[in-house]
């Protein structure tokens, strides 16, 4: 005897993990902008020093990695039809994934590494529970498999990602890789940048770009290729560096992923061709799709300088190179997407619990007009001055350009939340 379909109610989004995640990701994003605002020395010079690496993890575990998990109880029920409901399990869950984030960021700024990897022993327990509910459903999930394969792939990398850096915790502290410690960190941030954030970008971009903008959505090879040629680069490179092949070979991985990141931009340029009429409340020009627009411009920017760092012979360019090649790809590219996707996707959960709340029988506001516009658009211009200012701060060290980047960005990440809470309570409050 077969079980019934699930109900529409079924897929509304589970209620209280998705917030706690993403209230958790502003408030480390701003932590990270307004550390290095404050105090830009600490951050400056060579990529690899615990303090630079403390802010990059607030950046990736605390924003881009929390969002992520917070973004998966809302694009798996109302974009992959998978049921992922909220229960207190998932609150203890996000509980411990503050804990450990919180532990590995201030663990690297202390330089006591063995407790960087305690933390992330903790950090891969969280994320097999989320990852795994996700994993196991996604295979039988009625979307195109464009979509389907590089979110089940990124969830792998993610935990190999994971899995990597905690032995370079313990591998600090007591040597037992048959590595270089740098070859290692290198291939460590390539797994999870490229590896999951990037793959995930890409899985949902080819379920949510459609919508955000809205256009058509692209169908045939070109996706499944995109995500192949990229995954296969990001583990030809990670794998040449751990097992200490010739610079030719990750140089070689880096071109195959480039490859992968360039068909996906073509396909996003498609969609740009084959616009549909928006929604009449839908602002003109969107600034949530200006956001991720210029994240996807930044993008390409950095697929371009990852090559030529991958195949440069290493110098004093090569390492201010670096430093702007991570900043961009880290801040200006999935950071800044993860900004604009949170614009539309929380206005969505709220208006669809506002509706619930309202017993599906009164709309809530239009989720297109319930954040402040005025506020959008200061958020994207120091977005778009920010990044930049960043980037050429620390690859050129420019201690002034570092302070004043992050300090925009830092105002740009506490007025988008700001401006998010503003949406939630227009869409859950009812006239009296």
């Not at 404050?38 to 990059?56: K, M, N, T």
């Not at 009429?277 to 956001?291: C, E, I, M």
């Not at 007009?369 to 658009?377: D, F, G």
Request: aromatic share 8%; with cysteine.
């Amino acid at each position: 005897m077969t079980s019934a379909a699930p109900g529409p109610a079924a897929y509304l989004p589970a209620r209280w993990p998705p917030l706690l995640y993403f209230g958790f990701a502003h408030l480390c994003l701003a932590a990270a902008f307004a550390a290095a605002a404050l105090r830009p020395a600490e951050i400056a010079g060579f990529y690899y020093h615990p303090r630079l690496i403390a802010l990059v993890h607030l950046v990736t575990l605390g924003w881009i990695a929390s969002s992520i998990l917070g973004a998966l109880y809302l694009v798996g029920p109302l974009t992959c039809r998978i049921v992922l409901p909220g229960s207190r399990r998932d609150v203890a869950a996000f509980a411990a994934w503050a804990i450990a984030v919180t532990g590995v960021a201030a663990h690297f700024w202390l330089e006591t590494l063995s407790g960087v990897a305690w933390a992330g022993v903790l950090v891969v327990a969280v994320m097999l529970f989320v990852g795994g509910r996700v994993a196991r459903r996604l295979p039988a999930a009625p979307v195109p498999l464009a979509a389907r394969l590089p979110l089940m792939l990124a969830l792998v990398n993610m935990l190999a990602a994971a899995a990597l850096g905690i032995a370079l915790g313990f591998n600090k502290e007591s040597p037992f890789l048959p590595v270089a410690q740098l070859d290692a960190v290198i291939a460590h941030a390539h797994l999870g940048g490229l590896g999951f954030a990037t793959l995930m970008v890409m899985g949902a971009g080819y379920r949510l770009l459609p919508m955000m903008l809205p256009s058509a959505a692209p169908e045939g090879v070109l996706p499944l290729a995109a995500t192949a040629l990229t995954d296969t680069g990001v583990w030809i490179l990670a794998g040449a560096r751990l097992l200490g092949a010739p610079p030719a070979v990750s140089g070689a991985g880096a071109v195959v992923a480039a490859g992968g990141i360039a068909l996906f931009l073509s396909q996003v340029a498609w969609m740009l061709r084959h616009r549909r009429p928006p929604p009449t409340a839908q602002p003109r020009p969107d600034p949530g799709v200006a956001h991720a627009l210029a994240a996807l411009a930044w993008l390409a920017v950095a697929t371009g300088l990852g090559l030529w760092l991958a195949l440069a012979a290493p110098s004093e360019r090569t390492l201010a190179g670096a430093m702007a090649y991570g900043v961009l790809g880290l801040v200006g590219f999935l950071a800044q997407m993860v900004a604009g996707v949170a614009s539309r996707l929380v206005p969505l959960y709220a208006w669809l619990w506002g509706f619930h709340d309202r017993g599906h029988r009164e709309n809530p506001p239009s989720m297109h007009t319930a954040l402040s516009r005025p506020a959008q658009a200061a958020t994207l211009s120091l977005w778009t001055a920010g990044v930049p200012a960043l980037a050429l701060g620390l690859a050129l060290d420019r201690l002034a350009w570092i302070s004043a980047g992050a300090g925009a960005l830092a105002l740009a990440v506490a007025l988008g939340a700001a401006n998010l809470g503003l949406g939630l309570r227009r869409l859950w409050s009812r006239p009296t």
